[in-house]
């Protein structure tokens, strides 16, 4: 073989491996892991993927427990004007989830924080994480339904990693 080819070999080879590392995940820094008595408890860290029309994001975690299979989704929201919320919808294309909510506390700052929390089925959550759409949630108050799209961008970066620790939940 000669010189320039093994150098194009080495190049190559390089290419390759820093392209890899491009789309390698490193999902560690997304959840915690706790082994508890009953089973794992593993607690997704809070993500802001979710904003109204008025700039208002809505962030949220979820905490996925083995031994009953579900998930929990907390959420805030911030808004001027408080809503009491009766239900809350996750919708990605044909895929939804939906459910009355429990609200946890309002911490009053210059803007009102609100805190609620939703529990649903693991598989449901799993499912639209791979609908390979972007999502969106709507808060319903007194039947008015606000609308939280998530930002495409947000949601391309970070759909793959939940998928990823979603995979590795139920291997």
Not at 36 to 65: A, C, I, M, R, W
Not at 156 to 168: D, L, N, S, T, V
Request: glycine share 6%; charged share 20%; aromatic share 14%.
């Amino acid at each position: 073989m000669d010189n320039n080819r093994i150098q194009t070999l080495i190049v190559s080879l390089f290419f390759c491996i820093f392209c890899l590392s491009l789309y390698g995940q490193n999902i560690k820094k997304h959840y915690v892991l706790k082994i508890q008595e009953k089973g794992n408890l593993y607690h997704f860290l809070p993500v802001s993927l979710f904003e109204d029309t008025d700039g208002e994001k809505l962030s949220y975690d979820l905490t996925y427990t083995t031994w009953n299979d579900s998930i929990v989704m907390n959420f805030s929201y911030i808004k001027t004007e408080p809503l009491l919320i009766d239900s809350i919808e996750y919708i990605a294309g044909n895929i939804s989830l939906e459910g009355s909510v429990e609200k946890l506390y309002v911490e009053p700052t210059a803007k009102k924080w609100i805190r609620y929390s939703l529990r649903g089925k693991a598989d449901d959550f799993f499912q639209l994480y791979n609908s390979g759409t972007t999502p969106e949630i709507l808060i319903y108050s007194k039947g008015i339904a606000h609308r939280y799209p998530a930002n495409k961008t947000n949601w391309r970066k970070y759909a793959p990693i939940g998928q990823k620790i979603f995979k590795m939940i139920r291997l």
